[in-house]
T-cell receptor
Framework: DGGITQSPKYLFRKEGQNVTLSCEQN?????MYWYRQDPGQGLRLIYY???????QKGDIAEGYSVSREKKESFPLTVTSAQKNPTAFYLC???????????FGPGTRLLVL | DQQVKQNSPSLSVQEGRISILNCDYT??????FLWYKKYPAEGPTFLIS?????DKNEDGRFTVFLNKSAKHLSLHIVPSQPGDSAVYFC???????????FGTGTRLQVTL
């Protein structure tokens, strides 16, 4: 079954701690994306990557970092510089030049 | 600046009736529009899309209408079913999937 997996489903972060959210896809998609959803708001783009070893900042990249060492994987690190990290994080992917993005199930990040 | 707006945060419709969800946009560079359906604590599911060269696209019970002059699109669901109860997001891009801009969502409740 092709799809996008995100882990963990829930993640707890302590103050000053970096945490990494996993995103893996087996759809053979070239492009991958990270979004953040806050209550009552739409999805906001954090980072995206159209090819391996290349990524671009989205609208709200501050306090986040990514890597794209493999086509299938696009992990997101929420750093201690992100002062309001509590949110629902969604990973998506698409074919290169495709208009439609397909989403994973999401990770909810909570701060202890 | 909210480039994609969904002005109705919620909508309640009786089972069997038509649901109409609206979306307005301000960026005239947008040329591809998508609707996603989202259940709580899950990732959005792609529903239907429309290119700016069309004014209507139909898929089963779902039809999307695009009025470019008014910068307005709508999603019609006929007939509405209880399983349609979810949050619906409108999204737009400029023809490539690199930057999807989302609206804030409309919560649809289909009642018996």
């Amino acid at each position: 079954d092709g799809g996008i997996t995100q882990s963990p489903k829930y993640l707890f972060r302590k103050e000053g701690q970096n945490v990494t959210l996993s995103c893996e896809q087996n759809l053979n998609h070239d492009a991958m994306y990270w979004y953040r959803q806050d209550p009552g708001q739409g999805l906001r783009l954090i980072y995206y990557s159209q090819i391996v070893n290349d990524f671009q900042k989205g609208d709200i990249a501050e306090g986040y970092s990514v890597s794209r060492e493999k086509k299938e994987s696009f992990p997101l690190t929420v750093t201690s510089a992100q002062k309001n990290p509590t949110a629902f994080y969604l990973c998506a992917s698409s074919i290169w030049g495709g208009e439609t993005q397909y989403f994973g199930p999401g990770t909810r990040l909570l701060v202890l | 600046d909210q480039q994609v707006k969904q002005n109705s945060p919620s909508l309640s419709v009786q089972e069997g009736r038509i649901s109409i969800l609206n979306c307005d946009y301000t960026n005239s560079m947008f040329d591809y529009f998508l609707w996603y359906k989202k259940y709580p604590a899950e990732g959005p599911t792609f529903l239907i899309s429309i290119s700016s060269i069309k004014d209507k696209n139909e898929d089963g019970r779902f039809t999307v209408f695009l009025n470019k002059s008014a910068k307005h699109l709508s999603l019609h669901i006929v007939p509405s079913q209880p399983g349609d109860s979810a949050v619906y997001f409108c999204a737009a891009n400029t023809g490539t999937a690199s930057k999807l801009t989302f609206g804030t969502g409309t919560r649809l409740q289909v009642t018996l």
